[in-house]
């Protein structure tokens, strides 16, 4: 079945720097555009970035653009997040997720991994 497992969230001072990684098995992840996603405490699930097949389209969102690079290794199955120049409005909990919902949910995420951001 489909798995998702995110790592590398900490606790980093603003300004800071990170870098998640989502492990990804069960499909054949080099046919699937993946998505990061994240959840900040008392509010929705907000996209944070997509990225194709192939990795050579990514896109972001405003609150992201310039600060944060999405890319994957299809030999590995791995996609991940980098987030450089990191603000306390990024904590959340960041998912990676596949297969979009008309409803503006994912088919798939995984577990989640906890990006606090904090002096």
């Known amino acids: 079945q489909v798995q998702l497992v995110e790592s590398g969230g900490d606790l980093v001072q603003p300004g800071g720097s990170l870098r998640l990684s989502c492990a990804a098995s069960g499909f054949t992840f080099s046919n699937y555009w993946m998505y990061w996603v994240r959840q900040a405490p008392g509010k929705g699930l907000e996209w944070v970035s997509a990225i194709d097949t192939g990795g050579g389209s990514t896109y972001y969102a405003d609150s992201v653009k310039g600060r944060f690079t999405s890319s994957r290794d299809n030999a590995k199955d791995t996609l991940y997040l980098q987030m450089n120049r990191l603000k306390s409005e990024d904590t959340a909990v960041y998912y990676c997720?596949?297969?979009?919902?008309?409803?503006?949910?994912?088919?798939?995420r995984g577990q989640g991994t906890q990006v606090t951001v904090s002096s």
């Open positions: 997720a596949k297969d979009p919902t008309s409803t503006g949910g994912y088919e798939y």
